[in-house]
Antibody, heavy 116, light 107 residues
Framework: QVQLVESGGGLVKPGGSLRLSCAGSGFIFSDYYMSWFRQAPGKGLEWVSY????????YYADSVKGRFTISRDDANNSLYLQMDSLRAEDTAVYYCARKWGPVDYWGQGTLVTVSS | EIVMTQSPATLSVSPGERATLSCRAS??????LAWYQQKPGQAPRLLIYDASTKATGIPARFSGSGSGTEFTLTISSLQSEDFAVYYC?????????FGQGTKVEIK
């Protein structure tokens, strides 16, 4: 069965960096475009970033453009999100997702807290 | 950016009753709309895509309708496991955007 498992979340100070990872299994990872979404505490869902199946096309939400970088390693069935210059408003549960609309599978999420 | 507006914000329904949730888009989406269910502490789950197609394993009591700018999710007879927050998402335009959610609570 399809599984997406995120890791790498935690507490980081404003201005700091964090790298999220997502391990995919149960499907041919290289066939799919992948995305990251996030959900601030008690808030709704927000799309963060997208990467094509080839890795050649990447999109970012305006709120993270220039600070976050999405990448993938198909040999290891993995998706990554490098998050730099983190701000308090980046505090959220980050979800790895297969596709970006509609999203047919979601990971369980990893919590990122940006606080001093 | 496409603005998605869901109504009502909260819907109080008794088990066994019908629930009707609405989602309106600021521009026409054709049928490129999905519905998700999210329970506390869990990831969202895809219910409906292409406005009216049920995702794999979704019970028959869930149905979606609409096109253009007006969409509806109907739960024909609410079960205890259906009390959750429901989100609509458009995927006709970049960036993909969500409604703010409708919480379906027990009356």
């Amino acid at each position: 069965q399809v599984q997406l498992v995120e890791s790498g979340g935690g507490l980081v100070k404003p201005g700091g960096s964090l790298r999220l990872s997502c391990a995919g299994s149960g499907f041919i990872f290289s066939d799919y475009y992948m995305s990251w979404f996030r959900q601030a505490p008690g808030k709704g869902l927000e799309w963060v970033s997208y990467i094509s199946s080839s890795g050649s096309t990447k999109y970012y939400a305006d709120s993270v453009k220039g600070r976050f970088t999405i990448s993938r390693d198909d040999a290891n069935n993995s998706l990554y999100l490098q998050m730099d210059s983190l701000r308090a408003e980046d505090t959220a549960v980050y979800y790895c997702a297969r596709k970006w609309g509609p999203v047919d599978y979601w990971g369980q999420g990893t919590l990122v807290t940006v606080s001093s | 950016e496409i603005v998605m507006t869901q109504s009502p914000a909260t819907l109080s329904v008794s088990p066994g009753e019908r629930a009707t949730l609405s989602c309106r888009a600021s521009q026409s989406l054709s049928s490129n709309l999905a519905w998700y269910q999210q329970k506390p502490g869990q990831a969202p789950r895809l219910l409906i895509y292409d406005a009216s197609t049920k995702a794999t394993g979704i019970p028959a009591r869930f149905s979606g309708s609409g096109s253009g700018t007006e969409f509806t999710l109907t739960i024909s007879s609410l079960q205890s496991e259906d009390f959750a927050v429901y989100y609509c998402q458009q995927y006709n335009y970049w960036p993909r955007t969500f409604g703010q959610g409708t919480k379906v609570e027990i009356k």
